[in-house]
Protein backbone atom coordinates (compact mmCIF):
# COMPACT_ATOMS: atom_id res chain seq x y z
CA UNK A 1 0.00 0.00 0.00
CA UNK A 2 1.47 3.82 -1.10
CA UNK A 3 2.42 5.73 2.22
CA UNK A 4 1.30 8.92 0.79
CA UNK A 5 -1.27 10.48 2.46
CA UNK A 6 -3.36 13.87 2.76
CA UNK A 7 -2.51 13.66 6.70
CA UNK A 8 -0.79 16.89 8.28
CA UNK A 9 3.09 16.48 8.68
CA UNK A 10 2.78 15.96 12.22
CA UNK A 11 1.09 12.61 11.59
CA UNK A 12 3.61 11.68 9.04
CA UNK A 13 5.95 10.53 11.84
CA UNK A 14 3.37 7.34 12.60
CA UNK A 15 3.69 6.33 9.22
CA UNK A 16 7.01 4.56 9.32
CA UNK A 17 6.28 3.44 12.68
CA UNK A 18 3.45 1.97 12.13
CA UNK A 19 5.07 0.20 8.67
CA UNK A 20 7.83 -1.46 10.92
CA UNK A 21 5.55 -2.56 13.59
CA UNK A 22 2.96 -4.21 11.24
CA UNK A 23 6.26 -5.98 9.71
CA UNK A 24 7.16 -7.43 12.95
CA UNK A 25 3.93 -8.69 13.72
CA UNK A 26 3.53 -10.94 10.11
CA UNK A 27 7.26 -11.73 9.03
CA UNK A 28 8.41 -14.89 11.52
CA UNK A 29 12.26 -14.60 10.08
CA UNK A 30 14.82 -12.19 10.73
CA UNK A 31 15.76 -11.85 6.92
CA UNK A 32 11.82 -11.60 5.94
CA UNK A 33 11.42 -8.69 8.70
CA UNK A 34 14.68 -7.40 6.98
CA UNK A 35 13.26 -7.93 3.37
CA UNK A 36 10.87 -6.10 4.63
CA UNK A 37 12.19 -3.28 6.11
CA UNK A 38 14.24 -2.46 2.97
CA UNK A 39 10.95 -2.41 1.30
CA UNK A 40 9.23 -0.21 3.72
CA UNK A 41 12.13 2.26 3.30
CA UNK A 42 12.11 2.13 -0.54
CA UNK A 43 8.11 2.82 0.00
CA UNK A 44 8.75 6.16 2.00
CA UNK A 45 11.58 7.31 -0.01
CA UNK A 46 9.19 7.09 -3.37
CA UNK A 47 6.66 8.70 -1.77
CA UNK A 48 9.76 11.69 -1.02
CA UNK A 49 10.27 11.35 2.81
CA UNK A 50 13.35 12.99 3.27
CA UNK A 51 16.14 9.98 4.03
CA UNK A 52 17.04 11.55 7.54
CA UNK A 53 13.85 11.29 8.37
CA UNK A 54 13.27 7.75 7.38
CA UNK A 55 16.86 6.73 8.98
CA UNK A 56 15.55 8.74 12.53
CA UNK A 57 12.30 6.98 12.23
CA UNK A 58 13.34 3.86 12.11
CA UNK A 59 15.98 4.10 14.81
CA UNK A 60 13.14 5.55 17.09
CA UNK A 61 11.41 2.21 16.58
CA UNK A 62 14.05 -0.03 17.24
CA UNK A 63 15.07 2.04 19.89
CA UNK A 64 11.45 2.26 21.78
CA UNK A 65 11.31 -1.70 21.66
CA UNK A 66 14.74 -2.32 22.22
CA UNK A 67 15.81 -4.06 19.24
CA UNK A 68 18.84 -2.11 18.36
CA UNK A 69 20.40 -5.83 17.59
CA UNK A 70 18.18 -6.59 15.05
CA UNK A 71 18.86 -3.38 13.20
CA UNK A 72 22.28 -3.19 13.48
CA UNK A 73 23.30 -7.33 13.50
CA UNK A 74 19.83 -8.78 12.08
CA UNK A 75 19.88 -10.64 15.58
CA UNK A 76 17.47 -14.11 15.08
CA UNK A 77 17.23 -13.75 19.26
CA UNK A 78 16.17 -9.83 19.60
CA UNK A 79 14.07 -10.35 16.83
CA UNK A 80 12.50 -13.46 17.96
CA UNK A 81 11.85 -11.39 21.57
CA UNK A 82 10.65 -8.03 19.41
CA UNK A 83 8.40 -10.43 16.92
CA UNK A 84 6.67 -11.96 20.22
CA UNK A 85 6.30 -8.53 21.93
CA UNK A 86 4.65 -7.17 19.00
CA UNK A 87 2.15 -10.02 18.05
CA UNK A 88 1.11 -9.83 21.55
CA UNK A 89 0.55 -6.28 22.02
CA UNK A 90 -2.87 -5.19 21.70
CA UNK A 91 -3.52 -2.37 19.34
CA UNK A 92 -5.06 0.97 20.04
CA UNK A 93 -8.58 0.05 18.81
CA UNK A 94 -8.20 -3.37 20.96
CA UNK A 95 -7.25 -1.09 24.32
CA UNK A 96 -10.22 1.46 23.78
CA UNK A 97 -12.61 -1.51 23.60
CA UNK A 98 -11.31 -3.32 26.75
CA UNK A 99 -11.61 -0.15 27.97
CA UNK A 100 -15.02 0.92 26.92
CA UNK A 101 -15.99 -2.71 28.05
CA UNK A 102 -14.21 -2.93 31.30
CA UNK A 103 -15.43 0.42 33.06
CA UNK A 104 -19.24 0.16 30.33
CA UNK A 105 -21.24 -1.08 33.80
CA UNK A 106 -19.40 0.74 36.64
CA UNK A 107 -19.71 4.52 34.54
CA UNK A 108 -21.08 4.59 31.29
CA UNK A 109 -19.78 7.22 28.79
CA UNK A 110 -23.46 8.76 28.54
CA UNK A 111 -22.70 9.42 32.16
CA UNK A 112 -19.10 11.03 32.77
CA UNK A 113 -18.47 14.78 32.71
CA UNK A 114 -16.51 15.91 30.11
CA UNK A 115 -13.93 18.80 30.60
CA UNK A 116 -15.17 21.81 29.46
CA UNK A 117 -11.97 24.61 29.39
CA UNK A 118 -13.95 28.22 28.36
CA UNK A 119 -10.66 29.81 27.54
CA UNK A 120 -9.70 27.20 24.87
CA UNK A 121 -11.53 27.11 21.41
CA UNK A 122 -10.45 24.38 19.16
CA UNK A 123 -12.15 25.58 15.42
CA UNK A 124 -12.09 22.50 13.13
CA UNK A 125 -10.90 22.82 9.53
CA UNK A 126 -11.17 20.36 6.57
CA UNK A 127 -7.35 19.46 5.91
CA UNK A 128 -5.88 20.23 2.34
CA UNK A 129 -1.89 20.08 1.80
CA UNK A 130 -1.80 22.76 -0.33
CA UNK A 131 -3.20 25.75 1.62
CA UNK A 132 -2.24 24.07 5.22
CA UNK A 133 0.30 26.30 6.05
CA UNK A 134 -1.04 29.39 4.91
CA UNK A 135 -4.22 28.84 6.30
CA UNK A 136 -3.27 28.66 10.01
CA UNK A 137 -1.07 31.78 9.98
CA UNK A 138 -4.24 33.70 8.15
CA UNK A 139 -6.12 32.57 10.38
CA UNK A 140 -4.47 33.59 13.63
CA UNK A 141 -3.36 36.89 12.23
CA UNK A 142 -7.12 37.91 11.41
CA UNK A 143 -8.02 36.18 15.42
CA UNK A 144 -5.61 38.75 16.52
CA UNK A 145 -7.00 42.18 14.59
CA UNK A 146 -10.42 41.01 15.21
CA UNK A 147 -11.05 39.07 18.67
CA UNK A 148 -7.95 39.32 20.72
CA UNK A 149 -7.70 43.34 20.55
CA UNK A 150 -8.43 45.40 23.78
CA UNK A 151 -11.87 45.84 22.98
CA UNK A 152 -13.46 42.13 22.08
CA UNK A 153 -14.73 39.99 24.76
CA UNK A 154 -13.09 37.15 23.59
CA UNK A 155 -9.03 38.28 23.86
CA UNK A 156 -8.55 35.76 26.88
CA UNK A 157 -9.55 32.59 24.50
CA UNK A 158 -6.87 30.84 23.52
CA UNK A 159 -7.21 29.10 19.96
CA UNK A 160 -6.11 25.41 18.84
CA UNK A 161 -6.97 24.59 15.06
CA UNK A 162 -7.79 20.86 14.56
CA UNK A 163 -7.15 19.54 11.01
CA UNK A 164 -9.98 17.06 10.07
CA UNK A 165 -8.59 14.54 7.44
CA UNK A 166 -10.57 12.16 5.14
CA UNK A 167 -11.25 8.89 5.87
CA UNK A 168 -10.39 7.31 3.00
CA UNK A 169 -11.03 3.33 1.98
CA UNK A 170 -7.07 2.66 2.54
CA UNK A 171 -6.34 4.06 5.54
CA UNK A 172 -9.25 0.91 7.00
CA UNK A 173 -6.49 -1.33 5.19
CA UNK A 174 -3.39 -0.20 6.04
CA UNK A 175 -4.81 -0.40 10.02
CA UNK A 176 -6.34 -3.87 9.60
CA UNK A 177 -4.60 -6.22 12.18
CA UNK A 178 -4.67 -9.86 10.86
CA UNK A 179 -5.84 -12.19 13.81
CA UNK A 180 -3.41 -14.16 16.24
CA UNK A 181 -4.35 -17.61 14.63
CA UNK A 182 -3.15 -16.91 11.33
CA UNK A 183 0.24 -14.84 12.57
CA UNK A 184 0.91 -17.69 15.20
CA UNK A 185 0.16 -20.27 12.56
CA UNK A 186 2.14 -18.81 10.45
CA UNK A 187 4.93 -18.80 13.06
CA UNK A 188 4.51 -22.68 13.98
CA UNK A 189 4.87 -23.42 10.00
CA UNK A 190 8.26 -21.24 10.40
CA UNK A 191 9.77 -23.40 13.42
CA UNK A 192 8.74 -27.17 11.70
CA UNK A 193 10.36 -26.59 8.88
Known sequence: LPYSSDHPRHISRNIPYAA?????RICSDVNDFHTECIRIDMSLLLNEYPPSFIRKQFYHFFHCNNAMNVLTELNANSYRYLHQKSLYQPTRR??????VLKDAVLSPAVLKTKVWDKSIMYPRYQFDASNSKTLSVQFYKWWKNYYKNEKASLRT???????NTNETVESYLIHKKPPKEIL?????DAHNR
Not at 20 to 24: D, E, I, Q, S, T
Not at 184 to 188: A, G, H, I, N, W
Open 20 to 24: LLRAA
Open 94 to 99: EKQLTV
Open 157 to 163: VKIRLVA
Open 184 to 188: TRMED
